[in-house]
């Protein structure tokens, strides 16, 4: 069984910062592509910064210079360092990983079932 545990959001104002971290577990043979997503209320999910599994990384115009991708492959773990945090900014972030697990046939995405960011004003 394979897995993607989110964890870090909470409920804070505007102006602060949350780390939000993605572990990956289970028979995984290899990890190529990791990414954050996020869906507001009424909305539909979008892509918030991506991280190759060479480092590469890649940002929504929305969050660039706030937000920071960032991954720890020996740990299978990607992290979303989020800073000057705004109202708009209030999501369900879901962690998105691609994987190659033990006995299968090729690369498939996975999702985590998301930590919820909450920003007031």
């Known amino acids: 069984q394979v897995q993607l545990v989110e964890s870090g959001g909470g409920l804070l104002q505007a102006g602060g910062s949350l780390r939000l971290s993605c572990a990956a577990s289970g028979s995984i043979f290899s990890i190529n592509a990791m990414a954050w997503y996020r869906q507001a209320p009424g909305k539909q999910r979008e892509l918030v910064a991506t991280?190759?599994?060479?480092?590469?990384?890649n940002y929504a115009d929305s969050v660039k210079g706030r937000f920071t991708i960032s991954r720890d492959n020996a740990k299978k773990t990607v992290y979303l360092q989020t800073n000057s945090l705004k109202p708009e900014d209030t999501a369900v972030y879901y962690c998105n990983a691609v994987m190659l697990i033990y006995r299968s046939s090729g690369y498939k995405a996975y999702w985590g079932q998301g930590t919820s960011v909450t920003v007031s004003s």
């Open positions: 991280i190759t599994s060479d480092g590469s990384t």
